[in-house]
């Protein structure tokens, strides 16, 4: 069970933490713990092995394919096992008895932590403390440390750890055998090579004891394994540490090989285990300092799990984002096997926005991932008969479609359930275009020119247009036989998310063609093998069909022709066991298909993307209408609701599905698992905030605020980045300040109004 309330004094609302240790739900503490700095991932699996732990260390990028399978993030070789045996007795806290067990990951400074009394089945009592850091200073690097303290007895300590190459995902072995070394007598040394991609992966690791006797070392080198065994004295009532620090590299980033690559690992450990955890932990913490300093978004309320929350998300957000564009977030980050490391609209929807505000470099180096990819999208689009770029559902290291075919069970034949997702959900490729254009704006336009972005623009509009089709009768285009957001609703003609943000691409498109003084015309026409793309492009855009809301029910649009008439199902039972996914329990993909309930929210999505459609009143009478029907199966969904319910200035149901997107890992009973945090979810957090209840956002050339403060909400205070410009923003009930260092003028549109400052600038509310 996770508590909130451990944190105290300075630490107050920075920890989460546990005092209850629970066999069989691991799985969510090694998740919701998870330790990472972007390069690498390794789930807080305790240092001794039990049945239903999940031990795993991923590292962004690195991609590998066993024959006949999907393409995955295999689970590299393990550092963090550690076992112990005082006085001869093995150390598990199924035996003997625990007291005072505590768990705590501290945000503020990156490090978790294990404490706990044991009394041992031979009656013997000990105080034993673990902690484990993996660095963001030096982002090869993670380090451990246990602390021994035998009460009432001199004990002898035997540690063994050492590199274990046995992980696989799910069963599944991604690494050969490689080579193993001791090196000087001290360092652990294993490399491996995943079977397909052939990448290798170097692990070294050394220990210290610091406070104890009688040291001595020993070493096994087994299959696939490298292990250490360290023999010590423990005095009655002191604490012994034992120290493990390890680096982790793969061949993706080292010049070096061989011999070389063995040297400048070995130099690299003998540093962390000279400086000692300890200082591992130092320079990782001031990482986490500066980083709090800048971001932390302070909020005043009823809920002290709000600012906790907050520090979660951005916790975790930081915990996934790649070093650079070779890679992306994965819909679980670094934290699991959960979607096998992929890449999905998630990133561009849920967590670009955060890092456009924050960290403007990495937003940009998110859109450079697909950028770089936009010749498969070209290929991916051809292949399936359209023109332009068709990016991929699901994306890894090549950008290729990856989705798998079958997931999951179909209730009625027992058979895997197909997945349509990789074949219709296109609307990603919209939700990219979105992303750039949204990007441009939130840096001044100074990046408007860059002729990749333009043509990715141009790229996704022409196969939005090769994707319709031409209904002569009614002289208009449809789109059909397509995916929206909700995924339990399949094959439909004209999804009002995907009409209406293809047309949005397109008339994007169309500016950027017709800018520029007819140069660019020229380049796209080029290299996109066509001419007379912008007239085709007017005629399209003015010509795409729209739906509008509907007589009846009063103001409804419909999220795909013919849902309106659907039946309809009391959903209470499934909302209550949300995210899940019972209904397939009970109802096969398509006999859901026949009804209207949705997964997530989908013409409420795209009210909050393309928020100037409709008026408030449109946008109150379709929340009302989709919400009750949505189970919210998806960690994608609570939080869109939350900013959509912000939007419309309904602050009571804002903060309602608040409560809830935060709830989504961070609750009592988080729904992660073994397969990982939600990486949507920590992002929507961030959003149902500064989005919803600031109202912050981008418009072309000013930026918006639209408050919409819940009641329980007094105070939100926090720093971002608008056009290079650092801005502080206090928001209360009765005013909003902003305040800004540069000597530019900021143009903000305020509930409607426009001003400009630059310095400093205060409304009442
Ligand atoms: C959701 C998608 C999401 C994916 C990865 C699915 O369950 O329906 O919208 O992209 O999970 O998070």
Redesign the pocket.
């Known amino acids: 069970m996770l508590k909130y309330t451990i944190g105290k004094g300075n630490y107050k609302n920075w920890i989460i933490g546990e005092d209850e240790f629970s066999l069989s739900e691991q799985g969510k503490g090694e998740s919701v713990f998870c330790l990472g700095n972007g390069y690498m991932g390794i789930r807080s699996a305790f240092e001794e092995p039990y049945p239903f732990q999940t031990r795993g260390t991923f590292v962004s990028g690195c991609f590998d394919r066993l024959p006949d399978e999907t393409v995955e993030l295999p689970n590299a070789a393990d550092v963090c096992e550690i076992r112990l045996i005082l006085d001869g007795e093995y150390f598990s806290m199924t035996q003997g008895e625990v007291s005072g067990y505590q768990r705590c990951l501290n945000l503020y400074t990156g490090e978790l932590t294990r404490s706990l009394d044991w009394r041992s089945p031979g009656g013997k009592r000990y105080r034993l403390v673990f902690k484990r850091a993996v660095s963001h200073a030096d982002v090869h690097a993670c380090g451990m440390q246990v602390e021994i303290c035998a009460r009432d007895h001199d004990a002898k300590v035997q540690v063994t750890s050492g590199i274990n190459g046995r992980m696989t995902n799910s069963g599944a072995q991604h690494f050969s055998d490689g080579s193993k070394r001791v090196l000087d007598r001290q360092f652990l040394y294993l490399d491996q090579r995943t079977v397909q991609s052939g990448i290798i992966f170097y692990h070294c690791c050394g220990s210290r004891v610091v406070g104890a006797k009688g040291e001595v070392r020993d070493f096994a080198m087994e299959r696939r394994r490298i292990l250490e065994t360290m023999d010590f004295k423990a005095e009655k009532g002191k604490t012994v540490r034992y120290e493990k620090l390890a680096v982790l590299y793969t061949g993706r980033e080292l010049a070096e090989q061989g011999e070389q690559a063995l040297q400048l690992l070995a130099r690299h450990v003998r540093r962390l285990v000279t400086e000692g955890y300890d200082a591992l932990q130092e320079k990782n913490a001031a990482c986490f300092r500066s980083f709090w300093e800048q971001r932390d978004i302070r909020i005043r309320g009823e809920n002290d799990r709000i600012p906790l929350a907050l520090r979660f998300a951005q916790y975790h957000l930081l915990a996934m984002i790649p070093p650079d564009s070779s890679s992306s977030i994965a819909?679980k980050g670094l934290t699991g096997e959960g979607?096998k490391g992929h890449v999905?609209?998630?990133t561009e929807v849920y967590i670009l926005p955060y890092y456009l505000f924050t960290a403007p470099e990495k937003a940009a180096q998110l859109l450079e991932y697909r950028i770089n990819r936009m010749g498969q999208a070209r290929e991916n689009a051809k292949k399936k008969g359209y023109r332009g770029l068709l990016f991929p559902w699901e994306s890894t290291g090549t950008g290729e479609e990856e989705t798998p075919l079958f997931a999951g069970m179909d209730i009625l034949t027992g058979k895997a359930a197909h997945v349509w997702a990789g074949i219709k959900e296109h609307h990603i490729t919209a939700d990219i275009a979105y992303a750039l254009w949204m990007y441009r704006s939130a840096a001044g336009g100074r990046d408007i020119e860059d002729e990749e972005g333009n043509l990715l623009i141009v790229g996704a509009a022409l196969f939005w247009m090769s994707r319709s089709v031409y209904v002569e009768e009614k002289d208009r285009y449809e789109i059909r036989d397509i995916i929206g957001?909700d995924?339990y609703t399949e094959h439909v003609d004209n999804n009002a998310y995907s009409n209406y943000m293809a047309r949005d691409t397109v008339q994007k498109a169309l500016r950027l063609l017709r800018g520029g003084g007819g140069r660019f015309v020229r380049k796209a026409e080029a290299y996109y093998g066509e001419t007379g793309i912008a007239e085709r492009m007017e005629t399209y855009a003015r010509k795409l069909y729209l739906p509008l809301p509907v007589e009846n029910p009063p103001g409804i649009l419909p999220q795909n022709d013919g849902f309106l008439q659907k039946k309809t199902l009391d959903v209470a039972k499934y909302r209550s066991s949300a995210g899940k996914q019972t209904i397939l329990k009970d109802y096969s993909r398509r006999q859901v298909d026949q009804m209207q309930v949705l997964?997530?929210p989908d013409v409420v999505m795209l009210l909050i993307l393309l928020p100037e459609l409709f008026d408030t009143g449109i946008k109150w009478k379709n929340w009302n209408y989709y919400e009750p029907k949505t189970i919210h199966?998806?960690?994608?969904s609570r939080a869109i609701y939350s900013v959509a319910a912000s939007d419309c200035k309904e602050s009571r149901e804002a903060y309602e599905c608040f409560l809830h997107a935060m709830d989504i890992d961070m609750g009592p009973n988080p729904h992660s698992s073994d397969q990982g945090i939600?990486?949507?979810a920590m992002g929507g957090i961030w959003l149902a905030v500064v989005r919803g209840f600031v109202g912050l956002r981008v418009l072309e050339d000013c930026l918006c605020i639209e408050p919409c403060l819940p009641e329980q909400i007094q105070e939100i205070c926090f720093s971002f980045i608008y056009r290079g410009k650092n801005i502080a923003l206090q928001l209360t009930k009765e005013k909003l300040m902003l305040s800004s260092t540069g000597d530019e003028e900021t143009p903000v549109r305020i509930q409607g109004r426009d001003y400009r400052f630059t310095h400093g600038l205060e409304i009442a509310m």
């Open positions: 819909a979607y999905f609209w998630d957001p995924e997964k997530q199966d998806s960690s994608l939600h990486a949507a």
